[in-house]
C-alpha cells in the first residue's frame, strides 16, 4: 500500500511533461467524473486513464497494491448500493425479513437489489477514475516540481508586471508533505508492527485481543510521526522558510512542444466530455 502514492523514478513521457499540465488534466478528469452519468462514458472515462499507466510501466508493487484498492473501492460501492438503494422496486434477496425480532421492525427489512448493485458498481468508476489519475500524477511527479507546479500555476501581465497565480507556497508544502508522509506512515507502521511481533506481541485471537496489541502499536507509530514532523520543520527553518515573500526557483518551470500537445488533449478532451454532458449524458441518473 505504501507504493499508491510514491514518487517513481523514471524517464518517460509522462515524468518529462510539465506538472502543471498533468494538474490540469487531472482537474479536467475529476470534473467529467462529475458531470458524466451513462454507465458507458462513465467506463470509457475511466479506461482513459489506463493508456498512461502501460506508458508508465508501474512496478508489481505498485499495482498489486492498485488492483487492491480497485477492487475494494468497486466491492464497497457494489454492496453498499444493493443494500440501501433509493430507486429500488423488487429485491433479488430477502437478507432480513421485516417480521424478524428487533431488526425486522428497525430496519423494515433488509434486501439485495440487483439494481442497485449494478448501479453501486458504475457509480465506483467516478471515484476510480479520480484516484487513477491522481495517483499517475503523483507518480510521474518529482515533489519539488509539484510543489513549483502548484505555486506556480501560470502568469499574467498587467502594466508590464508578470504576476504568478497559484497556491501559497505554504499551502502547497503543507500538501505536498501531506502525501508524502502516508507512504511513511504506512512503512513505519510496518517496522514497528514486525518488532512488536518479535518482542512477543500476539495478535491472533479475537476483537478484544487485537485492540488491546493495537495501542501496542499506535503509541509509537504516533510518537514516530511526530518526531519526523519536527525534523521536517527543523529542516525548513534551516534552508529559510517563509524568509522571504517573493521565492525563486532554481529550475524554473517552462513549457515545451510535449506539454503544449498535451495540454491541447487535456483540453479536447474535457470540452467533448462537457459537450456529452450538455447533450444529455449527463447526471446520475438511476439505472
Known amino acids: 500500500m505504501k507504493w499508491l502514492f ?11 511533461l ?4 498533468k494538474l490540469l488534466w487531472l482537474f479536467g478528469v475529476s470534473v467529467l467524473s462529475v458531470v458524466l452519468g451513462t454507465p458507458y462514458l462513465l467506463v470509457a472515462l475511466f479506461l482513459s486513464t489506463l493508456p498512461f499507466w502501460f506508458i508508465l510501466k508501474p512496478s508489481k508493487s ?4 492498485m488492483l487492491l484498492v480497485f477492487g475494494s473501492i468497486g466491492l464497497g460501492f457494489t454492496l453498499s448500493q444493493s443494500l440501501f438503494y433509493y430507486w429500488a422496486k423488487d429485491p433479488l434477496l430477502t437478507l432480513i425479513p421485516s417480521s424478524f425480532p428487533i431488526l425486522g421492525p428497525l430496519t423494515g427489512g433488509v434486501y439485495f437489489y440487483a439494481d442497485g448493485a449494478v448501479y453501486g458498481l458504475y457509480q465506483s468508476f467516478r471515484f476510480m477514475t479520480s484516484l487513477s489519475a491522481a495517483m499517475l500524477v503523483l507518480a510521474t511527479s518529482h515533489p519539488s ?3 513549483s507546479g ?3 500555476l501560470f502568469e499574467i501581465n498587467i502594466g508590464g508586471k508578470n504576476y504568478r497565480i497559484g497556491l501559497p507556497y505554504e499551502i502547497a508544502f503543507m500538501l505536498s508533505s ?7 506512515m504506512l512503512e513505519e507502521s510496518g517496522v514497528i508492527l514486525n518488532a512488536m511481533q518479535a518482542r512477543g506481541l500476539e495478535l491472533k485471537g479475537g476483537v478484544r485481543a ?3 496489541a493495537l495501542k501496542y502499536i499506535l503509541v509509537p507509530l504516533v510518537v514516530n510521526i511526530l518526531r519526523s514532523g519536527r525534523k521536517l520543520a527543523v529542516a525548513a527553518d534551516t534552508r529559510g522558510f517563509r524568509a522571504s515573500r517573493h521565492r525563486t526557483c532554481l529550475n524554473e ?3 515545451k512542444n510535449n506539454d503544449y500537445l498535451f495540454l491541447a488533449y487535456t483540453i479536447l478532451f474535457t470540452a467533448g466530455g462537457l459537450y456529452l454532458s450538455y447533450s444529455g449524458f449527463g447526471g446520475a441518473v438511476p439505472v
Do not use: C, G, W
Open 145 to 147: 516540481r509539484l510543489i
Open 6 to 16: 510514491r514518487y517513481e523514478q523514471k524517464d518517460s513521457m509522462l515524468h518529462r
Open 253 to 255: 518551470l517552462r513549457l
Open 18 to 21: 510539465d506538472p502543471r499540465v
Open 178 to 184: 501531506a502525501v508524502s508522509f502516508a507512504p511513511t
Open 210 to 212: 487485537k485492540t488491546k
Open 62 to 65: 505498485r499495482i498489486k497494491a
Open 150 to 152: 502548484l505555486v506556480n
